[in-house]
């Protein structure tokens, strides 16, 4: 397996750090907009070494057999007694640090995305169709990332299609989150030694109350679920929906929210797994652990790849979700041949 560094500055060509490389690691996770991409270079004028020529603002590119995992921009240098840190993130960064005001109307959650990215001057890839179009949304003083999230937030309420936004070679993505989907298998006794499991019911709900419209012509519906109010109590969702819904459309609203957090949450931890270029936030692994009765796939919440030598190891975050039914899926071997880091 082979790890190649490459620096983009400003001006000129591709600057090959390969060989100054000691650690490398890249993570992601649903609460944080960009992948972070932080390597350990060599940064000595002894012996054969050369100085790393690192500034903040250049282009960094990381590749592992030929494949690139991340492009991005450094934002911090870390000197210390003969090495250099630095850190990257991709193209989310601008949408994450960036704010502004905006009253949009009439606009798709796609339409959004170009629009901002083109007045960002960040860079667009593939942006897919949200197909639903928002009446009016209005921003004051808000991060581009939280405008976008919000949007496809009403986009799933009306349509329960998910969409995964990420940064690749460069460029915003967004395609529906089905897409993103690879469903490798991570089975105990095979690549799993270390996690964690846990179950909980604090943020199950059990009854869903919606109310929409004004004063005399408000529309108010209930849904609830028996027999977990049974089990665990009266935990009231509610909401005031701002869009002009008629009833059964609030109805149907309600049910998709009672069907949704009406569960027990199931959280998985895995740690220092094989590692998987593949397997990272936004993308799902069916897990297989027959001591705990777990046979099913759950989602990537957050990341954390570690590459030293030929060495690579991950650990994960998972979230269960019910939208890959089968199995399907390579299983990743463990690598056989390690390298000193």
């Not at 590749?63 to 000197?79: A, P």
């Not at 339409?111 to 009016?136: A, M, N, Q, W």
């Amino acid at each position: 397996m082979i790890n190649q560094v490459w620096l983009i500055p400003k001006k000129g060509k591709y600057i090959d750090v390969t060989n100054l490389v000691e650690s490398i690691d890249w993570s992601g996770g649903k609460s944080r907009a960009p992948r972070t991409l932080s390597v350990k270079l060599l940064d000595t004028n002894r012996g054969l070494h050369e100085r790393a020529p690192v500034e903040n603002g250049m282009g960094i590119v990381f590749r592992r057999d030929g494949s690139e995992l991340f492009q991005g921009v450094i934002f911090t240098c870390d000197y210390s007694s003969g090495h250099v840190s630095v850190t990257a993130y991709d193209e989310l960064f601008y949408l994450a640090q960036n704010k502004d005001s905006y009253l949009f109307t009439g606009k798709k959650a796609s339409d959004i995305i170009r629009t901002l990215c083109t007045d960002f001057s960040i860079d667009k890839g593939e942006i897919k169709d949200t197909k639903h179009v928002i009446p009016y949304l209005l921003f004051d003083g808000d991060s581009l990332y939280d405008m976008v999230m919000k949007a496809l937030q009403i986009t799933y309420k009306h349509t329960g299609q998910r969409y995964a936004l990420f940064s690749r070679e460069g460029k915003v993505h967004l395609i529906p989150r089905a897409e993103n989907i690879r469903k490798w298998v991570i089975e105990s006794g095979v690549n799993l030694v270390d996690y964690s499991y846990a179950r909980s019911v604090e943020g199950t709900v059990t009854r869903v109350k919606l109310i929409t419209g004004e004063e005399k012509k408000t529309i108010e519906v209930t849904e609830k679920n028996d027999g977990l109010i049974e089990k665990y109590g009266v935990l009231q969702h509610f909401e005031k929906v701002s869009e002009k819904l008629n009833r059964a459309q609030l109805q149907d609203r309600a049910k998709k929210i009672l069907e949704k957090e009406g569960k027990e949450k199931k959280t998985f931890r895995l740690s220092n797994i094989p590692g998987i270029p593949d397997v990272v936030t936004g993308t799902a692994v069916f897990v297989v652990v027959p001591e705990l009765g777990v046979k099913q796939a759950y989602y990537i919440e957050e990341d954390s790849h570690s590459f030293a030598g030929r060495k690579h190891t991950m650990s994960l975050t998972l979230t269960e979700t019910d939208d890959i039914t089968e199995v399907n899926a390579g299983k990743e071997e463990p690598e056989k041949k390690q390298d000193k880091a």
